[in-house]
């Protein structure tokens, strides 16, 4: 668990890590390449190690220092393969593409991960079904069999974004045109079809959210790409700098293009931010918050995975803020949880809550259901009277690289305990 007591005066800066939402799509289309291929800024997380503890159990070699890593899968098979800890992570879906395409068959846990309630995958499924490939689920495992069809189709991806990056690893190595209707448009999907391209695949872009992918069987080896920096953890230290900074902290890495929504609503509330040069981002500390409204959407609005910090702030606004998830069923039960800390929060139903300050939280152990919670708890920790204790961390170590050595260097009062 994390110890937290109070830092208010946090100073200075930080460099963004790089993102794991963009890490682990790369890291799985690795199997399709019949090679070696080697990333860069690859950050240095629990699911990161997950991955490659499949990999190994497949035969490939690997090489993981400081950021680069290095994947071989020359001489790989499915004798050994392990798939018990990419069983607790949804991204382990992603290897479906990459199996088939090898051994044309995929046998792969249900994807777990974080409990925001349905997360349904039956755009997985059934753009895979739509191209002939045998289907069953047996004892919480998914099994798909069958030969690349070298017929041309359409699919949809109703927005999702770990379908939209599965379809686009499933079309790439298939001789035929494969249409995705309805795609995600997410920073991380994009470094994924600028990869996918370096290897060889002509990946066509429309502004209407359709991703048409050209396939092809003569895939390049001996690839290099790097790792975009996460957004998302900038709006989490944006947040952070906005509660809990002195003055300011600078943000370096930001990806600030792609925080326009958070920006925006950002500004509604009355934080002052700056941007510097080489996307470097400064955020003020805050006075005098005001109440804002968000509503999660589809990159580029307002991202559903920042909505849980943002609530954080809403905490210390003046008067009643709102918060209409869009996307996920339930994401809002951890609200709950936050009550311990004296929190003024209200569920009003599946999607939509209201929260009212500003409130003077009060220190208390408290868990969460998934890993942007969790981080929302620790910016709670630090503007929280007394030592709060954040239970469970392991979830943070998922998502984050380093964020306690981060904050301990921001000059924040927390440490970690393992009881």
Known sequence: MFHINNSTSLSWEVIIGWSKNAALPLLSAALLIPGRVSFSNVPDILDVHDFLHFYKSLGAITDFSWDILSIDTSNISLENIDTSKIARTRAGIYFMAGLLSRFERADLPFPHGDKIWK?????????????????EESWDMLKFTGAWSSENTTVTAYFAV??????????????????IELAAFEPHIFNLIDFLRL???????RYDHTIIIHGTRNIKTDLQQEVISDYLQSGTFAIIAALASEKYI????????????????FHEAWVKTKNLWNDTLRVYRAKNLTAVNIQTNIFPGFPTDLMPLFSVLMTQCNWTSRIHEVLYEWRLNWLVEYERLWWKSRIINLHEAKITGPTLLIWNTVNSWDLRSWAAMVIAGLIAQGTTKVENVYWINRGYDNLLGKLQELGADIQEIND
């Open 119 to 135: 997360r349904p995958i039956d755009e997985h499924i059934n753009g895979y079904i739509d191209m002939w490939y045998g289907f």
């Open 199 to 205: 290897a060889g695949v002509q990946i066509d872009i």
């Open 162 to 179: 770990t379908a939209t990056a599965n379809l686009i690893m499933w079309a790439a190595t298939r001789n035929a045109h494969t249409t």
């Open 250 to 265: 600078d943000i370096h890495r930001a990806r600030i293009k792609d925080l326009w929504a958070f920006l925006y609503k």
